[in-house]
């Protein structure tokens, strides 16, 4: 296994952490070098978070992930560098706060994109949408953004169980629900209805189950890889709460949920 170099970069945010190959850890002549294979992909990092890095302070060999008494990031996106990359075998690590959401990742920067749990919110409709009469087992509620061509969904970073994460992240989605797959095409979120009202408990919203995995690539200008979804089971929202749960189904030219299961009639009659 080769052996590897830590440095230090302090930011304004936080601290980073880069882990990279070093023929001679601990000496200045192999930090030089592991440094010197590293500095497009410092560039590349330098102009996806729209500022300067600091110069980065070797750790000391032993001395756990710091040697200068600080600690690296315990909550942070870390990026594995490609296997074929010259940087293999290293990482590097992110605080969550000197990262912005919507910024597009460099192209060329040699890592691997974790993967992150996900929320999928397909719709969200008025409260004098729907009347509590209407949400009956069998009820099929028409979702308007299944009747065009690209159905615009907003992902919704979750937590992982490891990371505090960046929670509450947005990212725009474009589904084909009979082709089976989504697109994330980055730019703007567009969604069908107001995501932050369903959620403050002013209109509906309809989600998608199922948490998805997703290329963290996703929250930062998009995937260029379409993620395979087809359509399975969804709950109605009011706010936070679950109302009724069913399934996905085309309806002529679009697509609805059917309702299987209502959860919270006493709860919907009070908005209705």
Same mark, same amino acid.
């Given at each position: 296994m080769t052996p590897t170099q830590g440095f230090d970069l302090p930011l304004a945010s936080g601290l980073a952490w880069l882990e990279l190959p070093c023929a001679a850890p601990g000496q @200045?002549?192999?930090?030089? *070098?592991a440094l010197g294979a590293a500095l497009p992909a410092l560039a590349a990092v330098e102009h996806w978070l729209g500022t300067d890095l600091p110069c980065p302070e070797?750790?000391?060999?032993?001395?756990?992930? =710091?040697?200068?008494?600080?600690?690296?990031?315990?909550?942070?996106l870390t990026l594995?560098?490609?296997?074929?990359?010259?940087?293999?075998?290293?990482?590097?690590?992110?605080?969550?706060?000197? %990262?912005?959401?919507?910024?597009?990742?460099?192209?060329?920067?040699?890592v691997q994109w974790p993967l992150w749990p996900a929320r999928l919110c397909l719709q969200t409709l008025p409260?004098?949408?729907?009347?509590?009469? @209407?949400?009956?087992? @069998?009820?099929? %509620?028409?979702?308007?953004?299944?009747?065009?061509?690209?159905?615009?969904?907003?992902?919704?970073a979750?937590?992982? =169980?490891?990371? /505090?994460?960046? /929670?509450?992240?947005?990212?725009? @989605?474009?589904?084909q629900p009979h082709e089976g797959r989504m697109t994330l095409p980055g730019g703007p979120v567009r969604s069908s209805g107001d995501v932050a009202g369903a959620q403050a *408990?002013?209109?509906?919203?309809?989600?998608? =189950?199922? /948490? +998805?995995?997703?290329?963290?690539?996703?929250?930062? *200008?998009?995937?260029? /890889?379409? %993620?395979?979804?087809?359509?399975g089971q969804a709950d109605l929202?009011?706010?936070?709460?679950?109302v009724a749960r069913g399934r996905l189904l085309p309806c002529g030219a679009g697509w609805g949920?059917?309702?299987?299961?209502?959860?919270? +009639?006493e709860l919907a009659a009070a908005w209705t």
């Amino acid at each position: 296994m080769t052996p590897t170099q830590g440095f230090d970069l302090p930011l304004a945010s936080g601290l980073a952490w880069l882990e990279l190959p070093c023929a001679a850890p601990g000496q @200045g002549v192999g930090q030089a *070098g592991a440094l010197g294979a590293a500095l497009p992909a410092l560039a590349a990092v330098e102009h996806w978070l729209g500022t300067d890095l600091p110069c980065p302070e070797p750790a000391l060999p032993g001395v756990g992930r =710091s040697g200068s008494g600080r600690t690296a990031p315990s909550s942070g996106l870390t990026l594995p560098f490609e296997a074929t990359s010259p940087l293999a075998g290293g990482h590097l690590s992110l605080p969550w706060p000197a %990262l912005k959401p919507g910024r597009a990742a460099p192209q060329h920067l040699p890592v691997q994109w974790p993967l992150w749990p996900a929320r999928l919110c397909l719709q969200t409709l008025p409260a004098e949408r729907i009347a509590s009469s @209407g949400l009956v087992p @069998g009820a099929v %509620l028409l979702l308007p953004g299944g009747f065009q061509r690209h159905w615009p969904v907003q992902l919704q970073a979750g937590v992982s =169980s490891a990371e /505090t994460g960046p /929670t509450g992240w947005q990212a725009a @989605g474009a589904w084909q629900p009979h082709e089976g797959r989504m697109t994330l095409p980055g730019g703007p979120v567009r969604s069908s209805g107001d995501v932050a009202g369903a959620q403050a *408990g002013s209109a509906w919203s309809v989600w998608l =189950s199922a /948490t +998805l995995s997703v290329d963290m690539r996703a929250w930062f *200008g998009g995937c260029a /890889t379409a %993620l395979p979804l087809s359509p399975g089971q969804a709950d109605l929202h009011l706010g936070h709460q679950v109302v009724a749960r069913g399934r996905l189904l085309p309806c002529g030219a679009g697509w609805g949920l059917r309702l299987e299961h209502v959860d919270s +009639l006493e709860l919907a009659a009070a908005w209705t």
